[in-house]
Protein backbone atom coordinates (compact mmCIF):
# COMPACT_ATOMS: atom_id res chain seq x y z
CA UNK A 1 0.00 0.00 0.00
CA UNK A 2 1.34 3.12 -1.09
CA UNK A 3 1.79 6.13 1.85
CA UNK A 4 -0.46 8.12 -0.03
CA UNK A 5 -3.36 5.32 -0.11
CA UNK A 6 -2.44 4.70 3.32
CA UNK A 7 -2.97 8.99 4.09
CA UNK A 8 -6.04 8.97 2.40
CA UNK A 9 -7.60 5.60 4.44
CA UNK A 10 -6.68 6.93 7.65
CA UNK A 11 -8.54 10.15 6.61
CA UNK A 12 -11.69 8.61 6.65
CA UNK A 13 -11.52 7.14 10.44
CA UNK A 14 -14.82 8.30 12.19
CA UNK A 15 -14.85 9.57 15.41
CA UNK A 16 -16.80 6.25 16.34
CA UNK A 17 -13.85 4.07 15.28
CA UNK A 18 -11.59 5.94 16.89
CA UNK A 19 -13.45 5.66 20.09
CA UNK A 20 -13.50 1.80 19.65
CA UNK A 21 -9.99 1.17 17.95
CA UNK A 22 -7.28 0.24 20.21
CA UNK A 23 -4.61 1.94 17.87
CA UNK A 24 -4.77 5.74 17.93
CA UNK A 25 -1.90 8.05 16.27
CA UNK A 26 -1.30 8.92 19.79
CA UNK A 27 -0.84 5.50 21.04
CA UNK A 28 1.68 3.51 18.56
CA UNK A 29 5.45 3.31 19.30
CA UNK A 30 6.53 6.90 19.35
CA UNK A 31 9.72 5.77 18.05
CA UNK A 32 7.52 4.78 14.96
CA UNK A 33 6.56 8.77 14.64
CA UNK A 34 9.86 9.78 15.70
CA UNK A 35 11.62 8.03 12.58
CA UNK A 36 12.06 9.87 9.21
CA UNK A 37 12.93 9.11 5.85
CA UNK A 38 12.80 11.98 3.40
CA UNK A 39 13.36 9.59 0.26
CA UNK A 40 10.12 8.52 0.29
CA UNK A 41 8.18 11.47 2.05
CA UNK A 42 6.26 14.53 0.85
CA UNK A 43 8.07 14.97 -2.25
CA UNK A 44 7.51 11.67 -2.84
CA UNK A 45 4.31 11.08 -2.44
CA UNK A 46 3.25 14.18 -4.29
CA UNK A 47 4.95 12.97 -7.19
CA UNK A 48 3.15 9.62 -7.33
CA UNK A 49 -0.32 11.31 -7.30
CA UNK A 50 1.23 13.80 -10.62
CA UNK A 51 2.43 10.30 -11.71
CA UNK A 52 -1.45 8.94 -11.48
CA UNK A 53 -3.28 12.49 -12.91
CA UNK A 54 -0.84 11.90 -15.64
CA UNK A 55 -1.52 8.27 -15.93
CA UNK A 56 -5.51 9.27 -16.12
CA UNK A 57 -5.14 11.79 -18.81
CA UNK A 58 -5.03 15.18 -16.93
CA UNK A 59 -3.75 17.60 -19.35
CA UNK A 60 -3.70 20.30 -16.51
CA UNK A 61 -0.19 19.82 -15.25
CA UNK A 62 2.88 21.94 -17.15
CA UNK A 63 5.16 18.55 -17.41
CA UNK A 64 4.10 15.45 -19.26
CA UNK A 65 6.17 12.61 -17.23
CA UNK A 66 7.01 12.22 -13.39
CA UNK A 67 10.74 11.66 -13.29
CA UNK A 68 11.70 10.23 -9.65
CA UNK A 69 14.89 11.18 -8.86
CA UNK A 70 14.58 10.46 -5.76
CA UNK A 71 15.46 7.28 -5.50
CA UNK A 72 18.31 4.73 -6.31
CA UNK A 73 15.55 2.30 -7.77
CA UNK A 74 17.76 1.94 -11.60
CA UNK A 75 14.76 -0.27 -12.89
CA UNK A 76 12.30 2.11 -12.20
CA UNK A 77 14.29 4.91 -14.68
CA UNK A 78 14.39 2.30 -17.88
CA UNK A 79 17.52 0.16 -16.91
CA UNK A 80 17.39 -3.21 -18.01
CA UNK A 81 17.90 -6.18 -16.45
CA UNK A 82 20.91 -8.68 -17.36
CA UNK A 83 19.21 -11.30 -18.76
CA UNK A 84 21.70 -14.18 -17.47
CA UNK A 85 19.97 -13.25 -14.24
CA UNK A 86 16.84 -13.08 -15.27
CA UNK A 87 16.89 -16.32 -17.29
CA UNK A 88 18.64 -17.88 -14.27
CA UNK A 89 15.51 -16.93 -12.37
CA UNK A 90 12.66 -17.50 -14.44
CA UNK A 91 14.14 -21.42 -14.68
CA UNK A 92 14.18 -21.01 -10.38
CA UNK A 93 10.53 -19.90 -10.25
CA UNK A 94 9.84 -22.66 -13.37
CA UNK A 95 11.34 -25.58 -13.23
CA UNK A 96 8.94 -27.76 -15.26
CA UNK A 97 11.13 -25.37 -17.82
CA UNK A 98 13.88 -27.35 -17.29
CA UNK A 99 12.32 -30.71 -18.62
CA UNK A 100 12.61 -28.73 -22.63
CA UNK A 101 16.31 -27.78 -22.84
CA UNK A 102 15.57 -27.99 -26.25
CA UNK A 103 13.04 -25.44 -26.40
CA UNK A 104 14.63 -23.35 -23.99
CA UNK A 105 18.00 -23.30 -26.21
CA UNK A 106 16.36 -22.78 -29.39
CA UNK A 107 12.72 -20.94 -28.90
CA UNK A 108 13.89 -18.45 -26.27
CA UNK A 109 17.87 -19.06 -26.59
CA UNK A 110 18.47 -19.76 -22.94
CA UNK A 111 22.37 -20.79 -23.17
CA UNK A 112 23.78 -24.33 -21.96
CA UNK A 113 25.05 -22.38 -18.48
CA UNK A 114 21.91 -20.72 -17.92
CA UNK A 115 20.30 -23.96 -17.89
CA UNK A 116 23.53 -25.44 -16.18
CA UNK A 117 23.43 -22.45 -13.45
CA UNK A 118 19.55 -22.78 -12.54
CA UNK A 119 20.51 -26.56 -11.80
CA UNK A 120 23.19 -25.97 -9.41
CA UNK A 121 21.46 -23.40 -7.88
CA UNK A 122 18.13 -25.54 -7.31
CA UNK A 123 20.41 -29.11 -6.23
CA UNK A 124 21.37 -26.87 -3.06
CA UNK A 125 17.86 -24.75 -2.26
CA UNK A 126 15.38 -27.06 -4.09
CA UNK A 127 12.50 -24.74 -4.25
CA UNK A 128 12.96 -21.01 -4.30
CA UNK A 129 9.48 -21.50 -2.43
CA UNK A 130 11.08 -23.41 0.60
CA UNK A 131 12.98 -21.52 3.63
CA UNK A 132 16.24 -21.58 3.43
CA UNK A 133 19.27 -21.73 6.44
CA UNK A 134 18.63 -18.44 8.37
CA UNK A 135 21.80 -17.46 7.32
CA UNK A 136 21.24 -18.34 3.81
CA UNK A 137 21.71 -20.98 1.22
CA UNK A 138 25.40 -22.64 2.61
CA UNK A 139 26.11 -22.84 -1.61
CA UNK A 140 25.39 -19.29 -2.52
CA UNK A 141 27.45 -17.79 1.19
CA UNK A 142 30.64 -20.09 -0.18
CA UNK A 143 30.00 -18.35 -3.56
CA UNK A 144 30.15 -14.78 -1.49
CA UNK A 145 32.58 -15.97 0.50
CA UNK A 146 34.96 -17.00 -2.79
CA UNK A 147 33.94 -13.34 -3.99
CA UNK A 148 35.32 -11.50 -1.21
CA UNK A 149 38.35 -13.26 -1.28
CA UNK A 150 38.60 -12.52 -4.84
CA UNK A 151 37.99 -9.10 -4.49
CA UNK A 152 40.16 -8.12 -1.66
CA UNK A 153 42.83 -10.90 -1.88
CA UNK A 154 42.35 -11.95 2.00
CA UNK A 155 40.33 -15.00 3.33
CA UNK A 156 36.61 -15.43 4.10
CA UNK A 157 34.70 -17.95 5.64
CA UNK A 158 31.13 -18.69 4.84
CA UNK A 159 29.91 -18.95 8.64
CA UNK A 160 30.44 -15.10 8.79
CA UNK A 161 28.05 -14.34 6.14
CA UNK A 162 24.79 -13.84 6.28
CA UNK A 163 22.31 -13.45 3.51
CA UNK A 164 19.74 -10.49 4.26
CA UNK A 165 16.87 -9.13 2.35
CA UNK A 166 18.61 -6.16 0.98
CA UNK A 167 21.42 -4.20 3.13
CA UNK A 168 18.62 -2.43 4.80
CA UNK A 169 17.61 -5.54 6.68
CA UNK A 170 21.00 -6.14 7.57
CA UNK A 171 21.85 -2.76 9.09
CA UNK A 172 18.91 -2.90 10.71
CA UNK A 173 19.41 -6.36 12.24
CA UNK A 174 23.48 -5.08 13.16
CA UNK A 175 21.98 -1.94 14.96
CA UNK A 176 19.53 -4.42 16.68
CA UNK A 177 22.26 -6.03 18.42
CA UNK A 178 24.61 -2.76 19.13
CA UNK A 179 21.83 -0.34 20.30
CA UNK A 180 21.49 -1.82 23.98
CA UNK A 181 19.84 1.41 25.61
CA UNK A 182 18.98 4.92 25.13
CA UNK A 183 22.65 5.76 26.24
CA UNK A 184 23.94 4.01 22.87
CA UNK A 185 25.26 5.90 20.13
CA UNK A 186 26.23 5.41 16.72
CA UNK A 187 28.54 8.05 14.40
CA UNK A 188 26.43 8.55 11.53
CA UNK A 189 27.75 10.63 8.49
CA UNK A 190 26.26 14.01 7.72
CA UNK A 191 24.63 13.96 4.97
CA UNK A 192 23.72 10.30 5.19
CA UNK A 193 21.30 7.64 4.41
CA UNK A 194 18.03 7.98 6.23
CA UNK A 195 18.08 4.00 6.47
CA UNK A 196 20.52 4.66 9.61
CA UNK A 197 18.92 8.11 11.39
CA UNK A 198 15.57 6.02 11.28
CA UNK A 199 16.20 2.79 12.48
CA UNK A 200 18.25 4.46 15.73
CA UNK A 201 15.54 6.62 16.01
CA UNK A 202 13.14 3.25 16.00
CA UNK A 203 15.67 1.73 18.51
CA UNK A 204 15.65 5.01 20.56
CA UNK A 205 19.16 5.09 20.24
CA UNK A 206 21.61 7.94 19.74
CA UNK A 207 22.65 9.22 16.33
CA UNK A 208 25.99 10.71 17.12
CA UNK A 209 26.98 12.78 13.90
CA UNK A 210 30.02 13.83 11.91
CA UNK A 211 29.84 16.21 8.75
CA UNK A 212 31.47 15.24 6.13
CA UNK A 213 34.03 17.37 4.34
CA UNK A 214 32.15 18.73 1.40
CA UNK A 215 35.41 21.30 0.28
CA UNK A 216 37.47 17.88 0.52
CA UNK A 217 35.22 15.58 -1.89
CA UNK A 218 32.77 14.76 0.94
CA UNK A 219 35.66 13.04 2.96
CA UNK A 220 35.74 11.84 6.16
CA UNK A 221 37.62 14.16 8.50
CA UNK A 222 39.08 12.83 11.31
CA UNK A 223 39.10 15.86 13.42
CA UNK A 224 35.20 15.81 12.94
CA UNK A 225 34.64 12.10 14.30
CA UNK A 226 36.86 12.36 16.97
CA UNK A 227 34.93 16.09 18.25
CA UNK A 228 31.74 14.70 17.77
CA UNK A 229 32.18 11.40 19.64
CA UNK A 230 34.23 13.26 22.53
CA UNK A 231 31.06 15.53 22.83
CA UNK A 232 28.53 12.29 22.77
CA UNK A 233 30.83 10.65 25.42
CA UNK A 234 30.88 13.99 27.87
CA UNK A 235 26.91 14.19 27.23
CA UNK A 236 26.99 10.73 28.48
CA UNK A 237 26.50 8.56 25.26
CA UNK A 238 27.89 5.02 25.45
CA UNK A 239 29.16 5.27 21.37
CA UNK A 240 29.84 2.24 20.13
CA UNK A 241 29.70 2.05 16.61
CA UNK A 242 30.61 3.96 13.42
CA UNK A 243 29.16 3.87 10.16
CA UNK A 244 30.85 4.75 6.96
CA UNK A 245 29.17 4.43 3.78
CA UNK A 246 31.61 4.21 0.95
CA UNK A 247 30.73 5.14 -1.62
CA UNK A 248 28.97 7.53 -0.22
CA UNK A 249 25.34 8.18 -0.78
CA UNK A 250 23.86 11.22 -0.97
CA UNK A 251 27.45 12.78 -1.96
CA UNK A 252 28.60 9.82 -4.10
CA UNK A 253 32.16 10.16 -2.40
CA UNK A 254 34.95 7.15 -2.65
CA UNK A 255 37.05 7.01 0.08
CA UNK A 256 40.82 6.62 -0.33
CA UNK A 257 43.18 4.47 1.51
CA UNK A 258 44.08 7.04 4.25
CA UNK A 259 40.49 7.74 4.63
CA UNK A 260 39.86 4.12 5.07
CA UNK A 261 42.53 3.97 7.69
CA UNK A 262 41.55 6.82 9.67
CA UNK A 263 38.38 5.78 10.49
CA UNK A 264 39.78 1.89 11.26
CA UNK A 265 42.28 4.03 13.88
CA UNK A 266 39.19 5.79 15.71
CA UNK A 267 37.59 2.54 15.65
CA UNK A 268 40.37 0.47 17.34
CA UNK A 269 41.21 2.97 20.09
CA UNK A 270 38.20 3.63 21.12
CA UNK A 271 36.63 0.42 20.72
CA UNK A 272 33.95 0.78 17.89
CA UNK A 273 32.24 -1.38 15.48
CA UNK A 274 33.12 -0.35 12.32
CA UNK A 275 29.09 -0.74 9.68
CA UNK A 276 31.09 -0.48 6.45
CA UNK A 277 27.92 0.21 3.75
CA UNK A 278 29.52 -0.60 0.32
CA UNK A 279 26.06 -0.95 -1.70
CA UNK A 280 28.06 1.42 -4.15
CA UNK A 281 31.26 -0.53 -4.10
CA UNK A 282 31.09 -1.28 -8.28
CA UNK A 283 29.50 2.18 -8.88
CA UNK A 284 32.62 4.02 -8.52
CA UNK A 285 33.96 6.35 -11.64
CA UNK A 286 37.29 7.94 -9.95
CA UNK A 287 40.01 5.69 -8.72
CA UNK A 288 39.98 2.10 -6.92
CA UNK A 289 37.18 0.68 -4.74
CA UNK A 290 38.98 -0.82 -0.96
CA UNK A 291 36.54 -2.53 1.00
CA UNK A 292 36.99 -1.83 4.82
CA UNK A 293 38.01 -5.61 5.46
CA UNK A 294 41.06 -5.55 3.03
CA UNK A 295 41.82 -2.14 4.67
CA UNK A 296 41.52 -3.83 7.81
CA UNK A 297 43.64 -7.32 7.10
CA UNK A 298 46.25 -5.10 5.41
CA UNK A 299 46.48 -3.23 8.81
CA UNK A 300 46.84 -6.23 10.59
CA UNK A 301 49.66 -7.57 8.65
CA UNK A 302 51.34 -4.54 8.56
CA UNK A 303 50.95 -3.30 12.31
CA UNK A 304 50.31 -6.49 14.54
CA UNK A 305 48.41 -6.75 17.58
CA UNK A 306 47.13 -2.52 17.00
CA UNK A 307 43.95 -3.53 14.73
CA UNK A 308 43.30 -6.99 16.31
CA UNK A 309 40.03 -5.87 18.32
CA UNK A 310 38.45 -4.13 15.40
CA UNK A 311 35.06 -5.43 14.65
CA UNK A 312 33.64 -4.65 10.75
CA UNK A 313 30.09 -5.60 9.10
CA UNK A 314 30.31 -5.00 5.64
CA UNK A 315 27.08 -4.76 3.95
CA UNK A 316 26.43 -5.29 -0.21
CA UNK A 317 23.62 -5.88 -1.83
CA UNK A 318 22.22 -6.52 -5.43
CA UNK A 319 19.84 -3.40 -5.81
CA UNK A 320 22.65 -1.18 -6.92
CA UNK A 321 25.62 -1.32 -9.14
CA UNK A 322 24.71 -2.26 -12.38
CA UNK A 323 22.64 -5.14 -11.10
CA UNK A 324 20.18 -2.54 -10.03
CA UNK A 325 17.84 -5.45 -8.94
CA UNK A 326 16.22 -3.68 -5.50
CA UNK A 327 12.23 -4.83 -5.76
CA UNK A 328 14.31 -8.70 -5.19
CA UNK A 329 15.74 -7.46 -2.01
CA UNK A 330 18.85 -9.60 -1.76
CA UNK A 331 21.95 -8.29 0.09
CA UNK A 332 24.65 -9.88 2.64
CA UNK A 333 26.92 -8.78 5.59
CA UNK A 334 30.41 -9.96 6.90
CA UNK A 335 31.03 -10.05 10.07
CA UNK A 336 34.86 -9.79 11.15
CA UNK A 337 36.42 -10.04 14.47
CA UNK A 338 33.34 -10.70 16.44
CA UNK A 339 33.00 -12.62 19.54
CA UNK A 340 31.78 -16.37 18.32
CA UNK A 341 28.59 -15.80 20.89
CA UNK A 342 27.72 -12.37 19.69
CA UNK A 343 27.45 -13.88 16.47
CA UNK A 344 25.37 -16.36 17.72
CA UNK A 345 22.76 -14.09 18.78
CA UNK A 346 23.03 -12.05 15.53
CA UNK A 347 22.39 -15.79 14.17
CA UNK A 348 19.43 -16.22 16.33
CA UNK A 349 17.92 -12.88 15.76
CA UNK A 350 18.13 -13.35 12.49
CA UNK A 351 16.33 -16.67 12.80
CA UNK A 352 13.26 -15.51 14.14
CA UNK A 353 12.83 -13.91 10.60
CA UNK A 354 13.11 -17.82 9.42
CA UNK A 355 15.31 -16.44 6.38
CA UNK A 356 16.16 -14.06 3.39
CA UNK A 357 13.94 -14.22 0.36
CA UNK A 358 15.63 -17.26 -1.46
CA UNK A 359 15.10 -15.55 -4.99
CA UNK A 360 17.20 -11.94 -3.51
CA UNK A 361 20.07 -14.99 -2.16
CA UNK A 362 19.94 -16.58 -5.56
CA UNK A 363 20.20 -13.24 -7.77
CA UNK A 364 23.44 -12.54 -4.81
CA UNK A 365 25.02 -15.54 -5.91
CA UNK A 366 25.41 -14.77 -9.84
CA UNK A 367 25.75 -11.18 -9.20
CA UNK A 368 29.07 -11.75 -7.17
CA UNK A 369 29.13 -15.14 -10.10
CA UNK A 370 28.59 -13.80 -13.34
CA UNK A 371 28.94 -15.88 -16.39
CA UNK A 372 32.59 -16.46 -16.76
CA UNK A 373 35.00 -15.59 -19.89
CA UNK A 374 34.91 -18.21 -22.11
CA UNK A 375 31.57 -19.23 -21.29
CA UNK A 376 28.50 -18.69 -23.47
CA UNK A 377 26.57 -15.99 -21.91
CA UNK A 378 29.37 -14.06 -21.09
CA UNK A 379 29.54 -12.03 -23.90
CA UNK A 380 25.97 -10.57 -23.43
CA UNK A 381 26.47 -10.49 -19.96
CA UNK A 382 29.98 -8.17 -19.98
CA UNK A 383 28.34 -5.99 -23.24
CA UNK A 384 25.28 -5.83 -20.67
CA UNK A 385 27.26 -4.62 -17.84
CA UNK A 386 29.63 -2.29 -19.71
CA UNK A 387 26.76 -0.26 -21.35
CA UNK A 388 25.08 0.26 -17.94
CA UNK A 389 28.19 1.31 -16.32
CA UNK A 390 28.79 3.56 -19.42
CA UNK A 391 25.36 4.91 -18.93
CA UNK A 392 25.69 6.12 -15.72
CA UNK A 393 28.65 7.61 -16.20
CA UNK A 394 28.01 9.46 -18.80
CA UNK A 395 24.53 10.44 -17.35
CA UNK A 396 26.56 11.60 -14.19
CA UNK A 397 28.55 13.97 -16.35
CA UNK A 398 25.80 15.35 -17.85
CA UNK A 399 24.35 16.23 -14.99
CA UNK A 400 27.45 17.40 -13.22
CA UNK A 401 27.86 19.60 -16.23
CA UNK A 402 24.41 21.19 -15.78
CA UNK A 403 24.92 22.18 -12.57
CA UNK A 404 28.06 24.06 -13.55
CA UNK A 405 26.27 26.15 -15.39
CA UNK A 406 23.54 26.90 -12.82
CA UNK A 407 23.52 30.16 -11.04
CA UNK A 408 24.32 29.83 -7.12
CA UNK A 409 24.66 26.08 -7.57
CA UNK A 410 27.56 23.95 -6.61
CA UNK A 411 28.63 20.41 -7.30
CA UNK A 412 31.56 18.34 -6.44
CA UNK A 413 33.00 16.18 -9.16
CA UNK A 414 31.17 12.90 -9.35
CA UNK A 415 33.25 9.90 -8.00
CA UNK A 416 30.52 7.29 -7.73
CA UNK A 417 27.30 5.71 -6.51
CA UNK A 418 24.25 7.38 -8.60
CA UNK A 419 24.08 10.52 -6.61
CA UNK A 420 24.50 14.38 -6.97
CA UNK A 421 24.21 16.51 -4.19
CA UNK A 422 25.01 20.18 -5.12
CA UNK A 423 24.56 22.99 -2.61
CA UNK A 424 22.07 25.85 -3.48
CA UNK A 425 22.47 29.30 -2.40
CA UNK A 426 19.30 30.74 -2.61
CA UNK A 427 18.02 34.51 -2.89
CA UNK A 428 17.03 35.81 0.85
CA UNK A 429 13.83 36.31 -0.81
CA UNK A 430 12.99 32.65 -1.47
CA UNK A 431 14.19 32.12 1.67
CA UNK A 432 11.49 34.57 3.14
CA UNK A 433 9.36 33.00 1.10
CA UNK A 434 9.57 29.57 2.18
CA UNK A 435 9.23 30.65 6.20
CA UNK A 436 6.12 32.35 5.28
CA UNK A 437 5.11 28.71 4.27
CA UNK A 438 6.74 27.06 7.65
CA UNK A 439 9.31 25.05 5.19
CA UNK A 440 12.94 24.53 4.88
CA UNK A 441 14.19 26.81 2.08
CA UNK A 442 15.71 23.34 0.40
CA UNK A 443 12.07 21.72 0.61
CA UNK A 444 10.47 24.51 -0.48
CA UNK A 445 12.45 24.59 -3.63
CA UNK A 446 12.63 21.21 -3.93
CA UNK A 447 9.13 21.14 -4.12
CA UNK A 448 8.47 24.20 -6.42
CA UNK A 449 11.03 22.34 -8.58
CA UNK A 450 8.33 19.42 -8.79
CA UNK A 451 5.58 21.57 -9.06
CA UNK A 452 6.77 23.13 -12.58
CA UNK A 453 9.04 20.02 -13.96
CA UNK A 454 7.33 16.77 -12.45
CA UNK A 455 11.36 16.03 -11.33
CA UNK A 456 11.63 14.73 -7.73
CA UNK A 457 14.36 15.23 -6.04
CA UNK A 458 14.80 15.23 -2.19
CA UNK A 459 15.93 17.98 0.20
CA UNK A 460 19.28 18.28 1.81
CA UNK A 461 17.90 18.12 5.23
CA UNK A 462 16.39 14.91 4.71
CA UNK A 463 20.11 14.02 5.27
CA UNK A 464 21.41 15.92 7.42
CA UNK A 465 24.12 18.85 6.02
CA UNK A 466 26.00 21.20 7.71
CA UNK A 467 24.10 24.54 9.45
CA UNK A 468 23.38 27.27 7.01
CA UNK A 469 23.88 25.06 3.74
CA UNK A 470 21.25 24.22 1.30
CA UNK A 471 21.27 20.64 -0.27
CA UNK A 472 19.50 18.67 -3.07
CA UNK A 473 20.14 15.26 -3.85
CA UNK A 474 19.49 13.75 -7.44
CA UNK A 475 20.18 10.43 -8.55
CA UNK A 476 21.73 10.54 -12.18
CA UNK A 477 19.76 7.39 -13.43
CA UNK A 478 16.39 9.18 -15.56
CA UNK A 479 17.54 8.52 -19.33
CA UNK A 480 18.03 11.54 -21.83
CA UNK A 481 18.46 15.03 -21.11
CA UNK A 482 15.17 16.65 -21.11
CA UNK A 483 14.42 16.33 -17.47
CA UNK A 484 17.89 18.10 -16.93
CA UNK A 485 17.08 20.63 -18.92
CA UNK A 486 13.67 21.04 -17.36
CA UNK A 487 15.95 21.78 -13.93
CA UNK A 488 18.30 24.36 -15.51
CA UNK A 489 14.82 25.88 -16.80
CA UNK A 490 13.00 26.38 -13.66
CA UNK A 491 16.15 27.31 -11.73
CA UNK A 492 16.94 30.39 -13.80
CA UNK A 493 13.09 31.18 -13.31
CA UNK A 494 13.06 30.36 -9.85
CA UNK A 495 16.30 32.64 -9.00
CA UNK A 496 14.86 35.46 -11.32
CA UNK A 497 11.10 35.68 -9.42
CA UNK A 498 13.18 35.54 -5.92
CA UNK A 499 16.13 38.46 -7.06
C1 LIG B 1 23.88 3.61 1.34
C2 LIG B 1 22.74 2.66 1.20
N1 LIG B 1 22.69 1.59 2.00
C3 LIG B 1 21.69 0.70 1.94
C4 LIG B 1 20.67 0.87 1.02
C5 LIG B 1 19.56 -0.12 0.99
O1 LIG B 1 19.77 -1.04 0.00
P1 LIG B 1 18.91 -2.37 -0.12
O2 LIG B 1 18.00 -2.19 -1.28
O3 LIG B 1 19.93 -3.43 -0.36
O4 LIG B 1 18.18 -2.57 1.14
C6 LIG B 1 20.66 1.97 0.16
C7 LIG B 1 19.56 2.20 -0.77
O5 LIG B 1 19.47 3.18 -1.47
C8 LIG B 1 21.73 2.88 0.25
O6 LIG B 1 21.80 3.95 -0.53
Given at each position: MSTHTTVSYCAKRTLSAQATRCLNPDNINPHVKEAKYAVRGELAVKAEEYRVKLAQGDKSLPFDSVIF?????PQQLDQKPITFFRQVLSLLENPQLLDRPEALRTSFGYEQDVIDRAKVLLADV???GAYSHSQGAPIIRKSVAKFIEERDGFPANPSDLFLCAGASSGVSTILNVICNGPQAGVLVPIPQYPLYTATLSLLNAQCVPYLLEEEKAWGTDVNAIRASLEKAKSNG????SIVVINPGNPTGASLGLDDIKSVLDIAAEEKLVVIADEVYQTNVFEGEFTSFKKRLRQLQQE??????NVELVSLHSV??????????RGGYFELVGFDPEVAAQIYKLVSIGLCPPVIGQCLMEMMVNPPKEGSPSHEVYKTEYNGIRDGLHKRAMALYDAFQKMEGVECQKPQGAMYLFPTITLPPKAVEAAAAEKRAADEFYCLRLLDATGVCVVPGSGFGQKENTLHFRTTFLAPGTDWVERIVKFHAEFMAKYQ
Open positions: ANIGNQSVTDVRQPGKYDSKGMVGECGQ
